[in-house]
């Protein structure tokens, strides 16, 4: 019985791979929280959150794409953490709307402690939270090192136009980036107006993640800001007449643009991974991210080429700052609350804002710094693909508020994506 | 005998209901405006009204894909079933192949057929074609990746079920026709079909409603537009808007009745079956 042998042979293997690759995916909704007491923080001091903290863990739920930052929390993060008793678990996920959507399936069924306890968040998935009422609020100003950071810095007083109100801590500062190979890209344009007229003349070699990719999403706001004639003329909060005036010749201009796109864009990449991929293969010459700080490591490790420069913009780019947030249905508030404050340490802030290690810039305000706190930022070797952050941000576009954002997905998929 | 076996099958159908069961109240109930994330609960139609042009759409090509999908698995599947019955020690290499497919998931599997057809995948590579030159099986037009992809797994799964539930005296009566001088084609369409049937219904109308629902293989094969139910669904459940996620479940309950009418027609061809 040949049959009955082989059968006998490969399904074990076989079910054993499948269980092993449905544990690794699956893993990721574990629920590892132990029981413990739900304890109202806010009105106790800083020292008692450290001691109630101890013991507790803390599920970490952000964006798995990229290997830097992975690291940069399993490998300097936790450890920190682990020192104070708390273990910092995290959480790998491809979109941060599956942390709400698990916040809010965990609050339907009435969890208290609940697999989620940070959501590294920002733009629109903070606004959905607000909106469904999910986060843990009040407590950013209690953390200690909250003092470094500037009163009235605008990146962090309102989180795309949501007031942030104590529900989110600022973890680190972004700025949207194109980037090119200088190997195919001889004159680089130096505006958004020149990247299209570049794009029309060199067809099949440009395209964007489809909104709602974060990514694409951020591209097609910047569009917005450029075909408006500069961010001035957008205002920065939703209006449908506001929008009903300038969207139209923003859809007109992408929808020109498609024919020249890579597939004549008749399909777009799906995610910013995506669209990487077509970058590293040679498909396309231009990329974006709002993350630039991971490229000089793209190049090193040869995922990108080494061709790769930043394409810096006359008009500016988008900025923003993304946050640590606790939904309500987290059970261990003290230690999230310890882990954030930990993330905001001058010490943190600089090995994670060091390109070697992840390269995200600070939040903090340096003028608030001693010395000694200083002199870690300024020892970082420069990257040769990635420009410091104060030229990145020259002339930094502020983010439109968050109802702008799914307006403007829904907008592009019906008067460009369907257009076709 | 049949109580016997209804009381046998009462703790599988007692966790399938509570689990699906509780799941389906809870989309149906949400796709009607009367449970909601946020905002006050109120009976409505609008969100079948407001996703109805899109699902329509939808309907209709996730209807291509599965259909085409489950002919081209189902055909393969029984000749692959075939072959093995009659031949199987030579075929060892074959049973492996097919025994190996049916555990692997689907998510790995459309990888697999990404790493292979893709833009810049090992084929396009071995070939050398420049960019742009390889054709687009991947987020093509055809969505021939998706379909592959589907028919490849999906054939793997009708030839276990198929043969699992062959009758014993099948072999004997394969070999009869063999010595009666049956060419190989008719004893397929003659004898093995009519042998296999039960198994080949159920199993192809469980693959076509696994692949009504399925998303993960349109998301990583298929093109942005159009999109399958199953993406539809998906995408408005993942919008940041929360106002929107009433609409997903509308598009889920659409899958659903395409599901269910699936699956009444599978048991009725099983009931009335006349093959041959």
């Known amino acids: 019985m040949n049959l009955a042998r082989t059968l006998r042979v490969s399904v074990p293997i076989a079910t054993i791979l499948a269980l092993a690759t449905t544990i690794i995916v699956g893993s990721q909704s574990v629920v590892a929280s132990p029981l413990l007491l739900r304890q109202s923080v806010g009105s106790n001091s800083w020292a008692k959150v450290v001691t109630q903290a101890r013991g507790e863990t803390v599920s970490l739920w952000m964006w798995g794409g990229d290997q830097k930052g992975n690291k940069y929390v399993d490998k300097i993060l936790a450890p920190a953490a682990a020192k104070f008793g708390v273990k910092l678990r995290r959480v790998p996920i491809a979109d941060t709307k599956d942390a709400i959507n698990r916040v809010l399936a965990e609050r339907q069924a009435g969890t208290h402690h609940g697999a989620v306890d940070l959501i590294w968040v920002n733009g629109d998935n903070f606004r959905t939270g607000v909106q469904a009422g999910i986060w843990h609020c009040g407590w950013v100003n209690t953390l200690p090192n909250a003092s470094a950071l500037r009163p009235g810095d605008p990146l962090l007083a309102a989180d795309f136009g949501t007031p942030i109100n104590g529900c989110e801590s600022p973890w680190h500062k972004a700025q949207f980036t194109f980037v090119y190979n200088a190997h195919n890209v001889k004159n680089p344009p130096t505006s958004l107006k020149a990247l299209f007229a570049w794009v029309i003349a060199h067809p099949g070699r440009f395209t964007y993640p489809a909104p709602p990719d974060f990514t694409g999403s951020a591209f097609i706001r910047q569009s917005l800001n450029s075909v408006s004639g500069g961010y001035k003329m957008v205002p920065s909060q939703y209006s449908a007449d506001a929008y009903n005036k300038i969207a139209p010749a923003l859809w007109k201009k992408l929808a020109s643009l498609t024919p020249y796109l890579w597939r004549k864009g008749e399909t777009y990449p799906r995610t910013s991974v995506e669209l990487d991929k077509l970058y590293s293969e040679g498909q396309v010459d231009f990329t974006m991210t709002y993350g630039p700080a991971t490229l000089t490591k793209l190049v090193e490790d040869g995922t990108f080429p080494p061709s790769t420069r930043v394409l810096p913009l006359d008009e500016g780019t988008l900025g923003n700052a993304s946050f640590l947030a606790i939904p309500n249905t987290s059970g261990s508030f003290a230690g999230a609350e310890l882990v954030a404050n930990l993330a905001l340490s001058p010490k943190q802030q600089a090995a994670k804002a060091n390109p070697k290690i992840w390269g995200q810039f600070t939040v903090l305000d340096m003028k608030r710094l001693s010395k000694i706190q200083r002199i870690p930022f300024a020892s970082f070797v420069p990257s040769k693909v990635v420009p410091p952050f104060e030229v990145l941000s020259r002339n930094a576009n502020p983010e439109l508020a968050a109802a702008w954002v799914g307006k403007l997905d829904t907008g592009w998929r019906q008067n460009v994506l369907r257009a076709k | ?276």
């Open chain 2, 1 to 276: 005998m049949i109580d016997r076996k209804l009381r046998g099958a009462a703790p599988a159908a007692l966790l399938v209901l509570t689990v699906a069961g509780a799941g389906i109240a809870w989309t149906f109930l949400g796709s009607f405006g009367l449970v909601k994330d946020f905002g006050k609960p109120e009976f409505t139609t609008s969100y079948y009204s407001a996703v109805f042009p899109a699902a329509l759409r939808a309907t209709v090509l996730s209807l291509s894909l599965t259909s085409i999908s489950t002919v081209i698995a189902a055909t393969t599947g029984v000749i692959a079933a075939f072959v093995l019955q009659e031949r199987f020690r030579a075929n060892r290499f074959l049973s492996a192949a097919i025994t190996m497919t049916v555990p692997v998931p689907h998510l790995i599997a459309a990888l697999a057929i990404d790493l292979l057809l893709g833009d810049a995948g090992w084929l396009a590579r071995l070939f050398n074609a420049p960019p742009g030159a390889w054709p687009q099986f991947v987020a093509g037009r055809w969505w021939l990746a998706v379909i592959l992809e589907y028919s490849w797994k999906e054939s793997a799964f009708i030839t276990f079920v198929v043969l699992a539930t062959l009758p014993y005296n099948a072999l004997h009566l394969q070999a009869i026709s063999k010595t009666l001088g049956a060419s190989p084609l008719s004893r397929l369409k003659k004898v093995f079909i009519p042998l296999a049937a039960p198994g080949l219904i159920a199993a192809s109308g469980l693959s076509f409603i696994y692949m009504v629902s399925s998303y993960e293989v349109s998301w990583l094969l298929g093109r942005t537009y159009p999109e399958p139910l199953s993406m539809l669904a998906f995408r408005l459940f993942s919008s940041t808007d929360l106002a929107v996620r009433p609409q997903a479940l509308a598009a889920s309950i659409v899958a659903l009745i395409v599901s269910l009418l699936a699956a009444s027609m599978t048991i009725l061809m099983l009931r009335n079956r006349r093959f041959a």
